[in-house]
């Protein structure tokens, strides 16, 4: 399902600096923002940081916003170019290793243990993937976006964003197999295909409180 665009009075007030406007923006738009940075860099304490970062730059860029361009596309290149800016930065220094209690629980009522594992196993597999595709597939099976928003947000082409989310999803399913995991369900398409999202309802994460400004 693709992020709902915001009501054109509330965003072209937002632009004249309206913060009361803003929040609303901020408020509708920071849990997937927060979510799909989260995911990117495995630390919350940077993901908090980086998703207040994107919400100023998308204050300070809004004047120049045109009103033709859908707002979910622009607010996700926001937070595709900072989050590059800082995997650039941070690319020489190991990583911290992010206890799993640390990142977003996946919304599983009574599932048993073996699910359990597999969600873990999925997550381990998006995890290990290079950093493009893993911005497609999160943009896609985690945020929502179409396959033509996500090409405009990482201003690559349709077919190569087609091409990389069945390259991520086709890595993760082989990540699974080597694990002897088998969660996707059985589709008319090629197992290779199935999607991410099959394996468990997409974390729902409350970010912390931003400003509007």
Same mark, same amino acid.
């Given at each position: 399902m693709s992020l709902p665009q915001p009501d054109h009075g509330v965003l072209r007030k937002a632009q004249r600096g309206d913060e009361r406007a803003f929040s609303i923006i901020v408020r509708a738009y920071q849990i997937p923002v927060y979510n799909y940075v989260l995911r990117m860099v495995g630390d919350r304490s940077l993901a908090e940081d980086l %998703?207040? *970062?994107v919400f100023l730059r998308v204050f300070q860029g809004l004047p120049r916003f045109s009103l033709r361009s859908k707002?979910? %596309?622009w607010l996700f290149q926001v937070t595709k170019n900072r989050v590059l800016? *800082?995997?650039r930065a941070t690319e020489r220094r190991p990583r911290a290793v992010v206890d799993l209690d640390d990142i977003p629980p996946l919304e599983v009522v009574d599932a048993p243990f073996e699910r359990l594992e597999a969600i873990d196993? !999925?997550?381990r597999a998006v995890e290990r993937l290079s950093v493009d595709l893993k911005m497609a597939l999160l943009l896609r099976d985690v945020v929502g976006l179409s396959y033509g928003e996500i090409a405009e947000s990482l *201003? !690559? %082409?349709l077919a190569t964003v087609k091409w990389r989310i069945w390259k991520a999803r086709e890595d993760v399913q082989l990540a699974l197999a080597r694990e002897g995991i088998e969660v996707f369900e059985e589709r008319e398409v090629p197992a290779a295909v199935a999607p991410v999202a099959a394996v468990a309802t997409v974390p729902v994460l409350a970010p912390p409180a931003l400003p509007a400004a």
């Amino acid at each position: 399902m693709s992020l709902p665009q915001p009501d054109h009075g509330v965003l072209r007030k937002a632009q004249r600096g309206d913060e009361r406007a803003f929040s609303i923006i901020v408020r509708a738009y920071q849990i997937p923002v927060y979510n799909y940075v989260l995911r990117m860099v495995g630390d919350r304490s940077l993901a908090e940081d980086l %998703t207040q *970062e994107v919400f100023l730059r998308v204050f300070q860029g809004l004047p120049r916003f045109s009103l033709r361009s859908k707002f979910t %596309t622009w607010l996700f290149q926001v937070t595709k170019n900072r989050v590059l800016d *800082e995997l650039r930065a941070t690319e020489r220094r190991p990583r911290a290793v992010v206890d799993l209690d640390d990142i977003p629980p996946l919304e599983v009522v009574d599932a048993p243990f073996e699910r359990l594992e597999a969600i873990d196993a !999925v997550w381990r597999a998006v995890e290990r993937l290079s950093v493009d595709l893993k911005m497609a597939l999160l943009l896609r099976d985690v945020v929502g976006l179409s396959y033509g928003e996500i090409a405009e947000s990482l *201003e !690559v %082409t349709l077919a190569t964003v087609k091409w990389r989310i069945w390259k991520a999803r086709e890595d993760v399913q082989l990540a699974l197999a080597r694990e002897g995991i088998e969660v996707f369900e059985e589709r008319e398409v090629p197992a290779a295909v199935a999607p991410v999202a099959a394996v468990a309802t997409v974390p729902v994460l409350a970010p912390p409180a931003l400003p509007a400004a």
